[in-house]
């Protein structure tokens, strides 16, 4: 099993409606995060959460919010998706320390139509 | 503002050829570098890092990247490319000040190695 497993892997969705992205891990990792990649915007942070009590904004928090349900449970949602949402979505874990980098999931891609 | 940049969209390069894909940052203070690779439909791998100690790392795949510290650049090498290379890869930098270290991403550099 994956280390980082995100749900659903492929998503079409219509604009207006609620969709939640879901993410857990097996790597122990108190800190997780949302990210989005764009074509040529790189992967930009949308929340972080550093254990379960702590949720943080990213640079684009807008339009989602997230949910940490337990240590290795982080979920995003899109409360009324528009299609500028449409994206790759990230969910990636870290240790405390911070030197060891990120562990991605492989993504779930979001279409708005 | 924080940044890392990635001055090159694409990188093409015949196989066997050395590679360099360059990344440069502006963060203040010592701050962690690292790159990723991401293959189609998948999610980002990681490459190497640059914590402390000697300027060049090694990392996965035969890949090294040299880190220096007044041009703040971390550019990623490879003395012979092969076809199965080709990807998107990413710098990344973790800021060591402000409390919570996040990654900043740079906006991507595809790599296109030739036969």
């Known amino acids: 099993d994956a280390d980082v497993t995100q749900t659903p892997r492929n998503r079409i969705t219509k604009t207006g409606k609620r969709i939640m992205l879901e993410c857990s891990q097996t790597?122990?990792?108190?800190?997780m995060y949302w990210y989005r990649q764009d074509p040529g915007l790189g992967l930009r942070l949308i929340y972080y959460?550093?254990?379960?009590?702590?949720?943080n904004k990213g640079e684009i928090s807008d339009g989602y919010s997230v949910s940490r349900q337990a240590q290795a449970k982080f979920s995003l949602s899109l409360e009324s998706a528009i299609p500028n949402q449409t994206a790759l979505y990230f969910c990636?874990?870290?240790?405390?320390?911070?030197?060891?980098?990120?562990?991605f999931g492989s993504g779930t891609r979001l279409t708005v139509v | 503002a924080q940044s890392v940049a990635q001055p090159e969209d694409q990188v093409n390069v015949a196989e066997g050829n050395p590679l360099t894909v360059k990344c440069t940052y502006s963060?203040?203070?010592?701050?962690?570098l690292f790159w990723y690779v991401q293959y189609p439909n998948r999610g980002l791998q990681f490459l190497l890092k640059?914590?402390?100690?000697?300027?060049l790392v090694k990392g996965s795949y035969g890949f090294e990247a040299e880190f220096n510290k007044s041009q703040t650049s971390f550019h990623l090498k490879k003395p012979s490319a092969l076809v199965s290379d080709s990807a998107l890869y990413f710098c990344?930098?973790?800021?060591?000040?402000?409390?919570?270290?996040?990654?900043?991403f740079g906006a991507g550099t595809r790599l296109a190695v030739h036969p």
């Open positions: 990636a874990t870290s240790g405390t320390s911070g030197t060891g980098g990120n562990t």
């Open positions: 790597k122990g990792h108190d800190r």
């Open positions: 959460s550093f254990d379960v009590k702590d949720i």
């Open positions: 963060v203040s203070g010592n701050p962690y």
């Open positions: 640059y914590i402390t100690g000697d300027n």
């Open positions: 990344a930098v973790r800021p060591l000040a402000g409390g919570y270290n996040k990654l900043i």
